[in-house]
């Protein structure tokens, strides 16, 4: 594919442009793509929703009118410490083979993936069976308020799409065992703070009514609780696929089921940050506020927390448990106004079985398995309308390279980029066969 050898151009430009959200300024990064896409002669429309904030919408037309499949991406990205990196994280510097900068796995090289490849298909002169959309968006990092959930306010075939594509999964090199993620569900956000109030003082005379003490004793009771496994279906399919026959210190996996009576496997899991995450409520304390000089015992002060729950939990439950464990000396607020029930995209469908039969084209036979993203995506928002939608793309990682996603060195091959174009393109011209 001759685009392969423009994607790691693209890509570094991309980069530059620094889209960190907040504030996110998208705009920049939006025009960019608009250039690309009309130098194929591809058109577009660009949704300016907020200042310096834009989203993009372009069209291969197809065959018949009627639900669009949508390949989705967004442009925003976390922020990143200069101080911490290797090279600067907006320069999109070369190194050893590899592209660094903040976006590169997220989710600014699927982005190019996603339009090299639908600009390569109208190029082929493919009509697809349907209308396919790329979509790429803005403020992803901080919920969607102006992005996904924009667009579908404001366009209304998008609330009827057949399909979409987006991130959430990928191709895993544990030790040269190769296996495809595909994600099909997503992990309820259930952010929160807790806050106490004390006396405040000097810090030479301590007393029993120390704010940052409470917030203390109440964060450690959270921490120190161990949350229990919990199977779902996804979850099992995809570790039932992976650890078939695996063997370990004290034990031999041939089911998820009958692992978990085993401490020596549940004591595997807790070591495993992945396996962990799939398997039980994640409850992370990420903001410490509290104290403003060190002589001085603040009056307030606050801990937040980053918790993500299994599909099958309750938020209401949760919360319930979470006050018991801080206790009565602080109070727990939720972050944001409404509840993340993301539901669930069935994995015995033609989009799965095509995606498989790309990924088998691609990279040979290595199980491609329905998988539960942790974090938080837009496609919870079409998928609770109901609409099939999967996190994937076929790039090839190590736990190591996907652990630098929202970390320090974020980086991306060369050779995992043209390997996902090549994917992309596989995927796309499966999807244009679709009725």
């Not at 495809?180 to 810090?203: M, Y």
């Not at 704010?211 to 779902?232: C, D, G, M, Y």
Request: aromatic content about 8%; overall charge neutral; glycine content about 8%.
């Amino acid at each position: 594919m001759h685009e392969s050898d423009s994607a790691a151009d693209l890509l570094r430009e991309f980069i530059r442009i620094d889209t960190t959200n907040p504030p996110g300024n998208e705009e920049d990064a939006v025009r960019f793509l608009d250039e690309c896409l009309d130098k194929e002669g591809i058109p577009t429309e660009v949704f300016q929703v907020a200042p310096k904030r834009a989203n993009l919408l372009a069209r291969i037309t197809g065959k018949s009118k009627g639900k669009p499949i949508i390949l989705l991406s967004h442009i925003d990205v976390v922020p990143a410490k200069a101080d911490e990196w290797e090279v600067p994280p907006f320069s999109g510097e070369v190194r050893d083979g590899f592209i660094y900068g903040r976006g590169a796995i997220d989710m600014k090289s699927q982005a190019i993936c996603q339009l090299l490849a639908f600009a390569r298909l109208q190029k082929d002169g493919v009509k697809p069976e349907r209308d396919i959309i790329y979509l790429a968006t803005c403020d992803e990092e901080v919920g969607g308020q102006y992005g996904v959930e924009y667009m579908l306010k404001n366009v209304d075939e998008l609330r009827s799409a057949s399909f979409v594509l987006s991130e959430g999964g990928c191709i895993i090199d544990e030790g040269g065992c190769l296996h495809a993620q595909v994600s099909v569900a997503e992990k309820k956000l259930s952010q929160f703070t807790i806050r106490a109030k004390g006396t405040g003082g000097h810090g030479s005379m301590p007393h029993s009514d120390s704010a940052n003490e409470k917030v203390l004793r109440a964060a450690n009771a959270i921490i120190s609780h161990q949350w229990p496994f919990k199977q779902t279906s996804i979850v099992s399919t995809y570790l039932n696929g992976i650890l078939k026959n695996e063997k370990g210190k004290g034990f031999v996996f041939n089911n998820l089921k009958q692992a978990l009576k085993n401490k020596q496997f549940r004591s595997f899991v807790s070591d495993n940050p992945v396996y962990n995450a799939l398997l039980r409520n994640t409850v992370t304390p990420t903001i410490l506020e509290g104290g403003e000089k060190v002589n001085v015992i603040p009056a307030e002060s606050s801990i937040s927390f980053d918790a993500r729950l299994l599909p099958t939990q309750s938020h209401d439950h949760f919360f319930k448990k979470i006050e018991k464990l801080a206790g009565k000396d602080v109070k727990v607020v939720p972050i944001g106004t409404g509840k993340s029930d993301p539901l669930t995209s069935g994995y015995n469908t033609q989009y799965f079985k095509g995606i498989k039969k790309a990924v088998i084209n691609l990279i040979g036979p290595i199980p491609v398995l329905p998988f539960l993203t942790t974090g938080a995506t837009d496609l919870r928002y079409f998928r609770n309308l109901g609409i099939p939608a999967y996190g994937f793309f076929p790039i090839t990682l190590t736990n190591e390279e996907l652990f630098r996603m929202h970390g320090k060195n974020e980086r991306i091959s060369i050779v995992a980029l043209k390997q996902g174009l090549i994917g992309t393109y596989e995927i796309l011209k499966f999807l244009a066969t679709v009725k």
